[in-house]
């Protein structure tokens, strides 16, 4: 069974920083691209970053480039999400998730709250 298991959230002040983390299990999550989006409230789940396997090339969403930064430890199964320089505007449930794996499952995702 596929689970995705989000933390780290928390409120932070305009400026910080956070580190998410994604554990996994029940697929080969060497062999998988791994995704990070976001949901805030009332607005439609975004993309946010992307990290392949073997090779580790990432991509983010225009609005997060240069701020956040999207990493993986195959050997703990985990992918993260360093976000830097929070603004409000990245406020949102965060969810992980592997574009390679079928059926599509989501986690619980982890509150990110970005005010002062």
């Known amino acids: 069974q596929v689970q995705y298991v989000e933390s780290g959230g928390a409120l932070v002040q305009p400026g910080g920083s956070l580190r998410l983390s994604c554990a996994t299990s029940?697929?080969?999550?060497?062999?998988?691209?791994m995704n990070w989006y976001r949901q805030a409230p009332a607005k439609e789940r975004e993309f946010v970053a992307t990290?392949?396997?073997?090779?580790?090339?990432?991509n983010y969403r225009d609005s997060v480039k240069g701020r956040f930064t999207i990493s993986r430890d195959d050997s703990k199964e985990t992918v993260y999400l360093q976000m830097n320089n929070l603004k409000p505007e990245d406020t949102a449930v965060y969810y992980c998730?592997?574009?390679?794996?079928?059926?599509?499952?989501w986690g619980q995702g982890t509150q990110v709250t970005v005010a002062s």
């Open positions: 990290i392949t396997p073997t090779y580790g090339v990432t």
């Open positions: 029940g697929f080969s999550f060497s062999s998988a691209a």
């Open positions: 998730m592997s574009p390679s794996v079928r059926p599509v499952s």
